[in-house]
């Protein structure tokens, strides 16, 4: 999958991740993966909602994969959760 | 599915949901659902990566659902996102 097709969820608000999907989609593509880590995961989930409920409701969620990836912090390692959701048009 | 087969996250420490999921296997369930609604959607994520990547490592993620609850308030109606993890055990 082209990198341009991946839309990483912060702490911005919600409808600019879903903007930035829609906009994909809309410009031919196929699938957009939503990923987020930590406390953005819930911001992932409501991204992939409101642009499947709202927005292109031909969209469908094809998977939702969970992980734990592990970040290095300056002392430390800490273990943090993350998410990606599949989301596809026919 | 057996209703105590279900693990509701909200703002408790991750260890209790994990540990009511770990006591659930270890009782004979095959199979428990972590479900949780808005901000704690991050949480469930969290309980169900230390379940089978700490405790029980032959745990699976069987299936994850995300929804559109709607969630009636004295004067509104207002929509959230949910998560439903379904955890297995061979």
Redesign the interface.
Known sequence: MAEENVIYVGNKPIMNYVLAAVTQFNNGASEVVIKAR?????RA??T??VVR?KFLTDVE?KD?????ETVKTEQDEM?I?A?E?YLSKP
Chains 1, 2 share one sequence.
């Open positions: 930590g406390r953005a995961i819930s989930v409501d992939a909602e409920k969620v939702i994969k969970i992980d734990t273990n959760s998410i959701i």
